[in-house]
């Protein structure tokens, strides 16, 4: 009777490791395919070593910001930032 009992907890026990390594085997797999080319998600897991890291170079979001600037609307004489030798 304890031999049955026995084998019945070990191949529960097997069960849940077999099916544990088969779900922690997919996640390496689908975020090495897949997730791992998300920003949001490799901070969330604190993944800044990834090769991955910056696809895009610096000078890119300085042309990015500096066509941002040309599009806005002109400021009002409230919003524009006098500097101290104009001022004078």
């Not at 390594?21 to 090495?32: C, H, I, S, T």
């Amino acid at each position: 009777m304890w031999q049955s009992v026995g084998l019945t907890v070990l191949v529960i026990v097997a069960t849940l490791v077999c099916a544990l390594l088969f779900m922690l085997f997919g996640w390496y797999v689908v975020w090495q395919l897949f997730l791992s080319k998300f920003k949001f998600l490799r901070e969330l897991v604190g993944d800044a070593s990834s090769p991955q890291a910056e696809t895009q170079p610096s000078d890119a979001k300085g042309e990015r910001a500096a066509a941002a600037a040309q599009r806005s609307r002109p400021k009002t004489a409230r919003q524009r930032i006098v500097s101290p030798e104009s001022a004078t």
